[in-house]
């Protein structure tokens, strides 16, 4: 083939895909198939809110486990119910904050001001200044918001319960205010809540919606509506769904997590792609299930709220643990090669305590362990580790960090 045939036989690639970005995580489909119960729930919960809005305050838990469908399902309600709001003709916002990426009380304020867009100089105000000066704006202007506190567990053990309790007590100083702040709080067990004291836990557990981990059947139905959105029609058969479903269901063994049940149908179609045949096969979907390594699609979810020093600390611990091929590093090992990797990133690398820092968040979220050395010759250090495969992990981190880096340099 000539030079340009090559070229354009590569622009030309026919796919197996008409729409692949439907089947990134960051996608919210217009459907949740199988979790009409669910959203019914909900939908009862906040009913008193859409009815007569600012007469009550209502708030609600939704629990469930990695890739059940918690943060699509609060994305999918907040569309829907601000949609039924706008035609009722009231003014309701929909804001969704990860706990992850807005970690203190400040930020969890400050991201609702800016979400909604409100004109307000938040430099130097405190939460409580900041909260005020957002309740005045949304009387104003007659806003009602509902706020999803996501992976809200996180928030709890960071922040503890002052924060909650300012959060969700707001209008017990204002008791003839319009109740304009409403929320859905995601977490993934109940037992984080314990954490907190017994009134503002009940406060919080007023309502509760359960999302079970799905079974294969319920996982083929999802894989196919999203398969309909993702994939030209005859590209992949439903037999190839139903493996998949099989494999991840959790009646026959499996998570029931619909998000490595779809990163597999995405790998499996590029497998196609890559082979540049018009067809999926079993092959494909068993290399993809090969791949998908349930731990990893755990902690990719949480990777892209990290921070982008948080992120070269973390390749710093992959690539210390690559090169001893031991179970832990020293911290004191992991620091020099995050001072090498800033280097090589052209960015300053932080101080020692922030990076010990940088140490306990990545441990607090589960993506690392870390522990303190029994007492040697040198003293005590701290001792790191990671339980999943490095390559893999090391693949994500990096994209992460190419995202990260793309957007602080177009700002
Ligand atoms: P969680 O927040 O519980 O970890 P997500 O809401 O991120 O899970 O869901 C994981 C992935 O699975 C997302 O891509 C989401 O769009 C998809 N998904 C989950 N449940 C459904 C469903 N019932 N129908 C269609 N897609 C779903
Ligand atoms: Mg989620």
């Known amino acids: 083939m000539n030079s340009n045939d090559v070229i354009v036989s590569v622009f030309k690639k026919i796919s197996v895909f008409k729409n692949i970005e439907t089947l990134y995580p960051e996608y919210i489909p217009e459907n949740l198939p199988r979790r009409e119960i669910q959203l019914r729930q909900l939908a009862e919960i906040f009913k008193p809110m859409m009815i007569s809005p ?92 509902l706020v999803t506190l996501d992976e809200f567990d996180y928030f709890i053990s960071t922040e503890g319960n002052d924060a909650v309790y300012f959060l969700i007590r707001v209008y017990d100083e204002y008791s003839d205010t319009k109740k304009r702040i409403n929320y859905i709080f995601i977490s993934r067990n109940i037992s984080s809540l314990s954490k907190l004291d017994p009134t503002t836990e009940s406060y ?44 991840k269901g959790v009646d026959k063994g499996g998570e029931g997590n619909a998000r ?81 990797i800033c280097q090589l990133f052209g960015v300053k690398p932080r101080r020692h305590t922030q990076v010990y820092e940088y140490v306990n968040t990545l441990k607090h979220m589960g993506i690392i362990e870390a522990k303190v050395s029994s007492k040697g010759f040198r003293g005590r250090t701290t001792l790191i580790s990671i339980a999943v495969p490095l390559n893999e992990l090391e693949m994500k981190v990096d994209e992460a960090i190419n995202t990260k880096k793309e957007l602080a340099d177009t700002s």
């Open 54 to 145: 600012g007469g009550v305050f209502v708030r609600t838990m939704i629990v469930g486990g990695v890739g059940v469908g918690k943060t699509a399902m609060a994305k999918v309600f907040g569309r829907e119910i601000r949609k039924f709001a706008s035609e009722r003709g009231f003014d309701l916002r929909y804001v969704h904050i990860n706990c992850h990426r807005d970690r203190t009380l400040y930020e969890v304020v400050s991201e609702i001001i800016r979400q909604i867009g409100a004109p307000i100089p938040i430099r130097g105000l405190s939460p409580r200044e900041m909260m005020l000066a957002l309740l005045n704006y949304i009387e104003k202007h007659d806003i009602y918001l």
């Open 204 to 247: 919080i557990l007023r309502h509760m919606v359960k999302l079970d981990p799905y079974t294969s059947g319920e996982l083929f139905d999802i894989l196919s509506y999203r398969r309909d959105l993702a994939f030209y029609e005859g590209t992949i058969d439903d037999e190839l769904l139903k493996f998949i479903a099989d494999s």
């Open 260 to 340: 490595s049940a779809l990163e597999a149908l995405l790998l499996a179609g590029q497998a196609a792609d890559h082979e540049g045949v018009q067809k999926v096969t079993i092959e494909h979907v068993r290399k993809a299930l090969g791949i998908v390594h349930s731990e990893i699609v755990r902690i990719s979810d949480d990777i892209n709220f990290l921070q982008l020093h948080e992120l070269l600390l973390l390749k710093a611990i992959i690539r210390s643990l690559k090169k001893k091929k031991t179970v832990f590093v020293k911290i004191g090992e992991v620091e020099d090669e995050y001072s090498y």
